[in-house]
Structures are given as structure tokens and as C-alpha cells.
């Protein structure tokens, strides 16, 4: 099994940064795909950004050129570096990791952290 932790998450004015961690233990994640997703009140949640194994890097538009997923594999870290931030990138941010290797767009992951919530002001 593995456990995701997030961290980093708060309350910041728009247009600025923040940065998400996620601390995972149980097993060596450096094989593993891993992602982050989010969900605002009342909204679906998404899939906003999502890392190979190899590095192979994915993105949803809304946050092209603003967000950066990068792993730490010898900390078992994830990151999800946010700037320029909008009071729309208001939501619950949650960790995922998964075995399976699948399409860096595919939604489908094994792991979920508990999630950090990200308030941005206007």
C-alpha cells in the first residue's frame, strides 16, 4: 500500500505562488505515475497535471504555463509548483500515484491523498 500526504496548501492573493508537496511512504513510488487533481465546491474534479515515471509531463490547459508537476524520487515526493494563481484555481488539491502504466490524461489512479485546500483571494 501506499500513503500520500499533501502539504503546502493555503491561502494566497491572486497572482500569487504556492507550493503543493506530497509525501509518499509505504513503497518506492519512483515507478509510479503520479498526478494531481483538484475539486471546487459545486465542480467535478479534475485532473490538473500528471508526471511519468520517466518525466513525461501532462497538463490541463487552464493551467499551461502557470503550474509545474515535478518528483523528487529520491525524497518519494511530489510537487505541484502554482503560479500566477486565480481566485478559479480555488479548490482541493489531492495527490494520486498508480502502478499501472497508462496514458498521463487517463484519470484512473490506485492512491488519493486526503487533500490540501488552495483559497485564492481577489
Known amino acids: 500500500q501506499v500513503q500520500l500526504v499533501e502539504s503546502g496548501g493555503g491561502l494566497v492573493q491572486a497572482g500569487g505562488s504556492l507550493r503543493l508537496s506530497c509525501a509518499a511512504s509505504?513503497?518506492?513510488?519512483?515507478?509510479?505515475?503520479m498526478g494531481w487533481f483538484r475539486q471546487a465546491p459545486g465542480k467535478e474534479r479534475e485532473l490538473v497535471a500528471a508526471i511519468s515515471s520517466g518525466g513525461n509531463t501532462y497538463y490541463t490547459d487552464s493551467v499551461k504555463g502557470r503550474f509545474t508537476i515535478s518528483r523528487d524520487n529520491a525524497r518519494n515526493t511530489l510537487y505541484l509548483q502554482m503560479s500566477s494563481l486565480k481566485p478559479e484555481d480555488t479548490a482541493i488539491y489531492y495527490c494520486t500515484a498508480r502502478a499501472e502504466r497508462l496514458p498521463l490524461v487517463y484519470t484512473t489512479y490506485e492512491y488519493w491523498g486526503q487533500g490540501t485546500q488552495v483559497t485564492v483571494s481577489s
Open positions: 509505504g513503497r518506492t513510488v519512483s515507478s509510479y505515475g
